[in-house]
């Protein structure tokens, strides 16, 4: 149950710990970890009871390679929106301060710089597509700011919520890339801060 923005655990309760790893080694390292192993989350001490790997056991398993994704994406039919679930605090860095705000250029130019990092196959022009995500219109959103206590000293605002983005203003030879972004940002998470848990995505779009 949660309280006051805390999460009540208990002694038995079940927990699902989604990892991505966009490294070869790390994901190797993740599969040999037996089942019975001890592990320890914050305060409490959970034992990996199974591990899901595939998607047709849980959707949100699976491999991918970045080169499969891009050609999966490009080869869609033309999709006329986007839509980004926020399920943990989202926030930026504009400037020196914390922007927790779903502004697309924000959202879809953090996800460009984090594929480029990756990629041994092709980089994004960040600017280029900053500049073709301010003609995204929010045709349908619900965000709420949300404080994230990353530790007992240290908080963050985020916004968590839904928002739709109206692809139409963007070329149709060119909506594939919105479209990658947010699916490489299921992997990735998604602004700052991603490897504290902030930044957690689920993605959806329409024809």
């Given at each position: 149950p949660v309280k006051s923005n805390t999460i009540d655990v208990r002694e038995g309760d079940m927990a699902y710990w989604r990892v991505c790893a966009l490294d070869e080694e790390v994901l190797k390292a993740l599969m040999a970890i037996p089942m019975g192993q001890r592990?320890?989350?914050?305060?409490?001490?959970?034992?990996?009871?199974?591990?899901?790997m595939r998607q047709d056991e849980r959707d949100d398993a699976g491999f991918v390679?970045?080169?499969?994704?891009?050609?999966?994406?490009?080869?869609?039919?033309?999709?006329?929106s986007v839509t980004l679930e926020f399920l943990s605090p989202t926030v930026f860095k504009v400037g020196n301060s914390d922007y927790p705000f779903p502004l697309p250029a924000l959202i879809f130019g953090s996800i460009a710089e984090r594929w480029n990092e990756f990629s041994t196959n092709?980089?994004?022009?960040v600017d280029m597509v900053?500049?073709?995500?301010?003609?995204?219109?929010?045709?349908?959103w619900s965000a709420e700011t949300r404080r994230y206590n990353i530790t007992p000293?240290?908080?963050?605002?985020?916004?968590?919520?839904?928002v739709t983005?109206?692809?139409?203003?963007?070329?149709?030879?060119l909506r594939w890339i919105f479209i990658l972004l947010s699916e490489f940002s299921v992997f990735t998470g998604v602004g700052r801060l991603t490897g504290q848990g902030l930044g957690?995505?689920?993605?959806?779009?329409?024809?």
């Open positions: 592990v320890k989350i914050a305060a409490f001490d959970f034992v990996i009871e199974e591990a899901l390679s970045m080169e499969y994704l891009e050609e999966a994406c490009r080869n869609l039919p033309v999709m006329r092709g980089t994004f022009e900053k500049a073709m995500a301010e003609k995204l219109v929010p045709i349908n000293q240290r908080g963050i605002t985020g916004f968590v919520g839904r983005f109206d692809l139409r203003e963007i070329t149709e030879d957690h995505v689920k993605i959806s779009y329409s024809q």
